[in-house]
Protein backbone atom coordinates (compact mmCIF):
# COMPACT_ATOMS: atom_id res chain seq x y z
CA UNK A 1 0.00 0.00 0.00
CA UNK A 2 1.02 3.66 -0.81
CA UNK A 3 0.60 6.94 1.45
CA UNK A 4 1.32 10.37 0.87
CA UNK A 5 1.40 12.26 3.85
CA UNK A 6 1.33 16.17 3.69
CA UNK A 7 1.49 17.12 7.29
CA UNK A 8 0.78 20.88 7.03
CA UNK A 9 -2.89 21.64 6.34
CA UNK A 10 -2.43 25.60 5.44
CA UNK A 11 -0.16 27.89 5.30
CA UNK A 12 0.13 31.45 5.32
CA UNK A 13 2.83 33.91 4.01
CA UNK A 14 3.87 37.33 3.50
CA UNK A 15 4.54 38.02 -0.35
CA UNK A 16 8.15 37.96 -0.69
CA UNK A 17 9.00 35.30 2.05
CA UNK A 18 10.28 31.57 1.14
CA UNK A 19 7.83 28.81 2.19
CA UNK A 20 8.72 24.59 2.14
CA UNK A 21 5.66 22.65 1.51
CA UNK A 22 6.58 18.97 3.16
CA UNK A 23 5.78 15.90 1.77
CA UNK A 24 6.43 12.35 3.60
CA UNK A 25 5.96 8.93 1.38
CA UNK A 26 5.82 5.01 2.17
CA UNK A 27 5.95 2.99 -0.13
CA UNK A 28 7.10 -0.78 -0.74
CA UNK A 29 8.05 -0.46 -4.32
CA UNK A 30 11.55 -0.35 -5.03
CA UNK A 31 10.94 2.38 -8.14
CA UNK A 32 8.72 4.79 -7.95
CA UNK A 33 7.35 8.76 -9.45
CA UNK A 34 7.48 11.88 -7.28
CA UNK A 35 4.92 14.37 -8.51
CA UNK A 36 3.66 17.44 -7.04
CA UNK A 37 0.56 19.43 -8.65
CA UNK A 38 -0.92 22.81 -8.12
CA UNK A 39 -4.58 23.66 -8.04
CA UNK A 40 -5.43 27.14 -8.33
CA UNK A 41 -9.12 28.17 -7.21
CA UNK A 42 -10.01 27.62 -10.59
CA UNK A 43 -9.58 24.05 -10.17
CA UNK A 44 -7.49 22.70 -12.52
CA UNK A 45 -4.34 20.47 -11.48
CA UNK A 46 -0.78 21.90 -12.93
CA UNK A 47 1.87 19.52 -12.95
CA UNK A 48 5.10 21.14 -11.32
CA UNK A 49 7.29 18.13 -11.54
CA UNK A 50 7.84 14.45 -11.72
CA UNK A 51 10.94 13.08 -9.53
CA UNK A 52 11.94 9.33 -10.80
CA UNK A 53 12.91 7.32 -7.21
CA UNK A 54 16.46 6.73 -8.63
CA UNK A 55 17.43 10.21 -9.40
CA UNK A 56 17.87 12.29 -6.20
CA UNK A 57 19.69 15.03 -7.36
CA UNK A 58 17.45 18.15 -6.21
CA UNK A 59 15.91 20.12 -8.74
CA UNK A 60 15.08 23.69 -9.47
CA UNK A 61 12.99 26.06 -11.79
CA UNK A 62 12.94 29.59 -11.54
CA UNK A 63 11.46 30.34 -8.40
CA UNK A 64 10.81 26.76 -6.80
CA UNK A 65 13.30 23.82 -5.60
CA UNK A 66 12.94 20.35 -4.63
CA UNK A 67 14.64 18.68 -2.33
CA UNK A 68 14.15 14.64 -2.91
CA UNK A 69 15.66 12.63 0.27
CA UNK A 70 15.32 8.76 0.24
CA UNK A 71 16.56 7.96 3.22
CA UNK A 72 13.98 10.24 5.14
CA UNK A 73 10.82 9.56 2.94
CA UNK A 74 10.44 12.86 1.69
CA UNK A 75 10.13 14.80 -1.00
CA UNK A 76 9.82 18.55 -0.11
CA UNK A 77 9.00 21.84 -2.35
CA UNK A 78 10.50 25.35 -1.60
CA UNK A 79 8.92 28.60 -2.96
CA UNK A 80 11.28 31.21 -3.06
CA UNK A 81 10.23 35.01 -2.83
CA UNK A 82 6.58 33.76 -2.79
CA UNK A 83 4.22 35.93 -4.76
CA UNK A 84 0.43 35.88 -4.41
CA UNK A 85 0.16 34.06 -8.09
CA UNK A 86 1.38 30.83 -5.93
CA UNK A 87 -1.47 30.82 -3.61
CA UNK A 88 -3.47 27.69 -4.59
CA UNK A 89 -3.51 24.52 -3.40
CA UNK A 90 -0.26 22.11 -3.39
CA UNK A 91 -0.78 18.21 -3.84
CA UNK A 92 1.68 15.71 -3.41
CA UNK A 93 1.83 11.84 -5.37
CA UNK A 94 3.06 9.11 -5.91
CA UNK A 95 2.91 6.08 -8.48
CA UNK A 96 4.80 2.53 -8.38
CA UNK A 97 6.43 2.82 -12.09
CA UNK A 98 5.73 -0.30 -13.32
CA UNK A 99 2.28 -0.44 -14.94
CA UNK A 100 -0.23 -2.79 -13.50
CA UNK A 101 -3.78 -3.05 -11.79
CA UNK A 102 -2.35 -1.75 -9.02
CA UNK A 103 -0.60 0.70 -10.70
CA UNK A 104 -2.62 4.49 -9.26
CA UNK A 105 -1.98 7.81 -8.26
CA UNK A 106 -2.22 8.48 -4.21
CA UNK A 107 -2.00 11.77 -3.70
CA UNK A 108 -1.96 13.72 -0.06
CA UNK A 109 -4.48 15.52 1.42
CA UNK A 110 -3.21 18.78 -0.21
CA UNK A 111 -2.00 22.11 1.42
CA UNK A 112 -3.51 25.62 0.98
CA UNK A 113 -1.05 28.29 0.46
CA UNK A 114 -2.08 31.76 0.86
CA UNK A 115 0.52 34.31 0.02
CA UNK A 116 -0.42 37.60 1.16
CA UNK A 117 0.53 40.91 -0.10
CA UNK B 1 2.89 15.64 -22.42
CA UNK B 2 -1.18 14.97 -23.50
CA UNK B 3 -3.74 17.62 -23.46
CA UNK B 4 -6.95 16.79 -22.26
CA UNK B 5 -10.32 18.08 -22.20
CA UNK B 6 -13.71 17.79 -20.09
CA UNK B 7 -17.06 18.90 -20.98
CA UNK B 8 -19.04 20.60 -19.35
CA UNK B 9 -16.93 22.45 -17.16
CA UNK B 10 -19.83 23.19 -15.09
CA UNK B 11 -23.23 21.57 -14.60
CA UNK B 12 -26.43 21.96 -12.54
CA UNK B 13 -29.17 19.40 -12.62
CA UNK B 14 -32.48 18.78 -10.88
CA UNK B 15 -31.75 15.78 -8.31
CA UNK B 16 -33.08 12.30 -10.15
CA UNK B 17 -31.77 13.60 -13.31
CA UNK B 18 -28.45 11.91 -15.25
CA UNK B 19 -25.51 13.56 -16.22
CA UNK B 20 -22.79 12.84 -18.68
CA UNK B 21 -19.16 14.53 -18.20
CA UNK B 22 -17.07 13.76 -21.27
CA UNK B 23 -13.21 13.46 -21.22
CA UNK B 24 -11.25 13.89 -24.56
CA UNK B 25 -7.41 13.15 -25.16
CA UNK B 26 -6.88 15.50 -27.92
CA UNK B 27 -3.41 14.54 -28.96
CA UNK B 28 -3.08 11.63 -27.19
CA UNK B 29 -4.08 8.11 -27.86
CA UNK B 30 -5.01 6.61 -24.47
CA UNK B 31 -5.99 3.34 -23.52
CA UNK B 32 -6.44 4.12 -19.93
CA UNK B 33 -8.46 7.04 -18.58
CA UNK B 34 -9.17 7.84 -14.56
CA UNK B 35 -11.66 9.25 -13.46
CA UNK B 36 -11.09 11.41 -9.91
CA UNK B 37 -13.73 12.99 -7.66
CA UNK B 38 -12.70 16.03 -5.31
CA UNK B 39 -14.83 16.94 -2.70
CA UNK B 40 -14.79 20.90 -1.58
CA UNK B 41 -11.57 21.25 0.16
CA UNK B 42 -10.28 17.63 0.09
CA UNK B 43 -7.83 15.74 -2.01
CA UNK B 44 -8.67 13.53 -5.50
CA UNK B 45 -10.00 10.65 -4.94
CA UNK B 46 -9.84 7.63 -7.51
CA UNK B 47 -13.08 6.53 -8.39
CA UNK B 48 -12.63 4.48 -11.53
CA UNK B 49 -9.81 3.53 -13.97
CA UNK B 50 -11.10 3.33 -17.58
CA UNK B 51 -9.96 1.21 -20.26
CA UNK B 52 -10.57 1.67 -23.69
CA UNK B 53 -12.45 -1.16 -25.30
CA UNK B 54 -13.31 -3.14 -21.83
CA UNK B 55 -15.13 -2.55 -19.01
CA UNK B 56 -14.26 0.10 -16.53
CA UNK B 57 -12.30 -1.13 -13.00
CA UNK B 58 -13.93 0.49 -9.79
CA UNK B 59 -12.65 1.66 -6.64
CA UNK B 60 -13.79 -0.06 -3.75
CA UNK B 61 -16.96 2.19 -2.27
CA UNK B 62 -18.00 3.38 -5.71
CA UNK B 63 -20.82 2.22 -7.09
CA UNK B 64 -20.61 1.14 -10.93
CA UNK B 65 -24.28 1.25 -11.10
CA UNK B 66 -24.51 4.70 -10.43
CA UNK B 67 -21.46 6.07 -12.26
CA UNK B 68 -20.87 4.62 -15.84
CA UNK B 69 -18.12 5.03 -17.22
CA UNK B 70 -17.81 4.24 -21.42
CA UNK B 71 -14.15 4.16 -22.91
CA UNK B 72 -15.37 3.89 -26.54
CA UNK B 73 -12.55 5.25 -28.22
CA UNK B 74 -8.63 6.09 -27.58
CA UNK B 75 -9.87 9.70 -26.93
CA UNK B 76 -13.24 9.85 -25.50
CA UNK B 77 -14.18 8.72 -22.09
CA UNK B 78 -17.36 9.45 -20.70
CA UNK B 79 -18.57 9.46 -16.84
CA UNK B 80 -22.50 9.19 -16.44
CA UNK B 81 -24.29 10.22 -12.98
CA UNK B 82 -27.29 8.36 -13.27
CA UNK B 83 -30.19 9.43 -10.75
CA UNK B 84 -27.54 12.23 -9.24
CA UNK B 85 -28.08 13.41 -5.61
CA UNK B 86 -26.76 16.07 -3.61
CA UNK B 87 -24.40 14.25 -2.57
CA UNK B 88 -23.04 13.49 -5.93
CA UNK B 89 -22.64 17.14 -6.31
CA UNK B 90 -18.85 17.15 -6.22
CA UNK B 91 -15.81 18.39 -8.72
CA UNK B 92 -15.35 15.62 -11.16
CA UNK B 93 -11.41 15.28 -12.86
CA UNK B 94 -10.49 12.77 -15.38
CA UNK B 95 -6.99 12.09 -16.29
CA UNK B 96 -5.13 10.48 -19.54
CA UNK B 97 -1.96 7.56 -18.49
CA UNK B 98 0.36 8.00 -20.75
CA UNK B 99 2.83 5.18 -21.34
CA UNK B 100 6.20 4.38 -20.71
CA UNK B 101 6.55 6.78 -17.62
CA UNK B 102 3.20 6.30 -15.89
CA UNK B 103 2.44 9.61 -15.96
CA UNK B 104 -1.17 11.28 -15.70
CA UNK B 105 -2.17 14.25 -16.84
CA UNK B 106 -5.32 15.79 -16.50
CA UNK B 107 -8.43 17.93 -17.94
CA UNK B 108 -9.53 20.76 -16.39
CA UNK B 109 -12.68 18.92 -14.12
CA UNK B 110 -16.20 19.50 -14.23
CA UNK B 111 -18.13 20.62 -11.01
CA UNK B 112 -21.36 19.25 -10.65
CA UNK B 113 -24.01 20.45 -8.47
CA UNK B 114 -27.12 18.91 -7.63
CA UNK B 115 -30.27 20.37 -6.32
Known amino acids: AQKVTQAQTEISVVEKEDVTLDCVYE???????LFWYKQPPSGELVFLIRRNSFDEQNEISGRYSWNFQKSTSSFNFTITASQVVDSAVYFCALIPRYTGANSKLTFGKGITLSVRP | GAVVSQHPSRVICKSGTSVKIECRSL??????MFWYRQFPKQSLMLMAT?????????EQGVEKDKFLINHASLTLSTLTVTSAHPEDSSFYIC???????????FGPGTRLTVL
Open chain 2, 95 to 105: SVLTSGNNEQF
Open chain 1, 27 to 33: TRDTTYY
Open chain 2, 50 to 58: SNEGSKATY
Open chain 2, 27 to 32: DFQATT
